[in-house]
């Protein structure tokens, strides 16, 4: 098992950066497929990026690509997501979760095993 505890979040203007981060304890954490979701109240978890590969691959989600960067430092077990050039519909509740073959890529919330608390970012125009 992992435990992953967010955090690094808060509010930004449109435009601002933020960078989160996700402290994992437990089981090895190059183990595992890494990702960030986040949830808007109303809305369903959306898959915002992932790593797996022991931190080799990287993909985005389709709303935040070429914005924002994940990545990991296994040494110190900490996930990582940089998120630049935000935006307003950038605003959500943002979880770490770990989970799944560290092999193969997912952007499905259902294909992870083990999940933080959340951050809130809030980027207003």
């Known amino acids: 098992q992992v435990q992953l505890v967010e955090s690094g979040g808060g509010a930004v203007q449109a435009g601002g950066s933020l960078r989160l981060s996700c402290a994992a304890s437990g089981d090895t954490f190059s183990n595992y497929r890494m990702g960030w979701f986040r949830q808007a109240p109303g809305k369903e978890r959306e898959g915002v990026a992932t790593?797996?590969?022991?931190?080799?691959?990287?993909f985005y989600g389709d709303s935040v690509k070429g914005r924002f960067t994940i990545s990991q430092d296994n040494a110190e077990n900490t996930l990582y997501l940089q998120m630049n050039s935000l935006k307003p519909e950038d605003t959500a509740m943002y979880y770490c979760?770990?989970?799944?073959?560290?092999?193969?890529?997912?952007?499905?919330?259902?294909?992870?095993?083990?999940w933080g608390q959340g951050t809130q970012v809030t980027v207003s125009s």
């Open positions: 790593i797996y590969n022991g931190g080799r691959s990287t």
């Open positions: 979760a770990a989970g799944g073959s560290r092999h193969l890529l997912s952007l499905r919330a259902s294909r992870y095993d083990y």
